[in-house]
Structures are given as structure tokens and as C-alpha cells.
């Protein structure tokens, strides 16, 4: 059964970190570009974060840009968002993205930032 599984969301206060993980099963993603984007409330999903499935591309959102690192371990079949000098605008459901010829979503973790 193909699942991507996102971990690691919670409640952070600003200037905070968070490390979100997306465990895949079912598949390896060491053919998929994988992705994580978010969602808040009443706005669409954006994308955040995104890494070519060797690794040797990435791409950010302007306002993540240098606060934000993604990652991928293919051995492991994890992607991974590192999340440094959390704000209170990053606060939203975070979804892994598997991208190939199909493409796999999670279910989401939710990332609270809050004093």
C-alpha cells in the first residue's frame, strides 16, 4: 500500500525549529522529486520546499528562503523540512508530495508557531 506519512508537526514558539518527516512505504522515492507545501486557514496551498530526486536541486519559497532546508535520505525513503526561525505565518498543515509519473500526497502535520 503506497503512504507517505508526515511526522513531526507541533506547537513551536517564534525563533523556534521543527524538523517534519515524511516516511514513504510502498514505493521508493529515489525516482520521485518530493515536495512539501502548506496550507493555512482559509488560503490555498502553497508550495514550500522542493528537492529533485538525487538531491541536487532544490527550490523555496520566497519567504522560507534560508530558514527552510529540505533534505531526502533515499537509503531511508524519508524526506525531511528542517524549519529554523519559525514565524507566526508559517503556522499551517504541512503535506508531503511525491512526484513521478503519479503523484502521492500525506495526510498532513499540523505546525502551530505561538507565544
Known amino acids: 500500500q503506497v503512504q507517505l506519512v508526515e511526522t513531526g508537526g507541533g506547537l513551536v514558539q517564534p525563533g523556534g525549529s521543527l524538523r517534519l518527516s515524511c516516511i514513504a512505504s510502498?514505493?521508493?522515492?529515489?525516482?520521485?522529486?518530493m515536495a512539501w507545501h502548506r496550507q493555512a486557514p482559509g488560503k490555498e496551498r502553497e508550495l514550500v520546499a522542493y528537492?529533485?530526486?538525487?538531491?541536487?536541486?532544490?527550490h523555496y519559497l520566497a519567504s522560507v528562503k534560508g530558514r527552510f532546508t529540505i533534505s531526502r535520505d533515499n537509503y531511508k525513503n524519508i524526506a525531511y523540512l528542517q524549519m529554523d526561525d519559525l514565524r507566526p505565518e508559517d503556522t499551517a498543515v504541512y503535506f508531503c508530495?511525491?512526484?513521478?509519473?503519479?503523484?502521492?500526497w500525506g495526510r498532513g502535520t499540523q505546525v502551530t508557531v505561538s507565544s
Open positions: 508530495n511525491a512526484i513521478y509519473s503519479e503523484r502521492y
Open positions: 510502498g514505493f521508493d522515492i529515489d525516482v520521485y522529486s
Open positions: 528537492i529533485s530526486n538525487e538531491g541536487d536541486a532544490t
